[in-house]
C-alpha cells in the first residue's frame, strides 16, 4: 500500500535578525523587513516524511499558506525528495492568526485529499504558539501526536509513533489518519544535486507570470508551460481561498479573532559596570565581593 503524507511548512522571518521595523503598526509581522527562512522545525517534519517514504514508498505533498515568494520553501522541499507541492496565497488569507491560519490549511488538506499521515513542525519561530498543528486535527476531526520523535510502524489501518515527554517519552497508536507536530530529533537531508537541477524550474502560475517580458501573452504562456511541465513535476499548485471552498469570513483577519492591543519598543541600556583587569588578583578581589553581598555562597 502506497500512503500520502501531507506536510505543511511555512516561510518564516528570520528572527534572528530581528530589528525595529520587524512589526508593523497594526500588530502584524513585517515580513518584508526580516529575511525569509524555512521554519526550523517544519524542516524535521518534512525529514520525517521523507523517512516514511523510504520506508513504505509514501507520496509526499508538501503545502504552504504565505506571499507568492513562499514557493522558494516548497522548491527547496522538492529538492530534498518531496513528490509535490502546493501553494496556497491570496490576499484574503493575510493577517491571519493561528484559528484563520488552521482553518485555510484544513480546506487546503481537505483539496488534497485522500491523505494518510499530516505531519507539521511544532511550532515557527515568528509566532512559537504550537498551535496550529493541533487546530488544524480539530477542524478536520482527526486524532493528533504532539512532540513526536518518530514513527515507529506504519500500516494500513494505524500509526506507532514516539513521543517526548518530560522526562521521557510514551508510544501513541491510532487509527489512520492522524496529524503529527515534530520535533528536532532528526537530522534533515540537504537538497538532492540531481533534483536541484530539476526542480530549480519548478515555478508556480504568479511566480512564471511576473517572469515574462510580455505581460499580455503571459497566461497564455503559463498554459503551455503547465501543460509540458506538469506530468514533469515542475509545476507548484497555487490555489487561492476560493479555490480550497474557504469561506472568506473565517480567513486572514476577517477570521482571527486575536487582536494585538499595543505594541511597545523596548531599549535596553546598560547598567553600571566594573571593569575587572585579567589578573589572579583581581579575580580573587571580585570573588570576595561576591561572596560578602552574598551574591556567591
Sequence with gaps: MSYKIIVFVKQVPDTKNVTGDAMKPDGTVNRAA???????????????????KDRYNAYVVVATMGLPNAAKVLRESLC????????????????ADTLATSYALSCCANKIGNFDLI???????DGDTAQVGPQIAQKLNIPQFSYVEDVLDLNEKTVRAKRAIEGGYEILEAPLPVLMTVIDSNEPRPQNAARIMKYKKARTRSEFIAEQADKETAAAAYAAFAEANAPKGLVIQEWSAADVNADPARCGKAGSPTNVKQIMSVVLTAGDFKKIEPTDAAVSDLVRELIEDHTLG
Excluded: K, W
Design 34 to 52: 526580516l529575511p525569509a527562512i524555512f521554519n526550523p522545525e517544519d524542516l524535521n517534519a518534512l525529514e520525517l516524511a521523507l523517512q516514511l
Design 80 to 95: 530534498m525528495g518531496a513528490d509535490e507541492a502546493v501553494l496556497l496565497t491570496d490576499r484574503a488569507l493575510a493577517g
Design 119 to 125: 505531519l507539521c513542525g511544532r511550532q515557527a519561530i
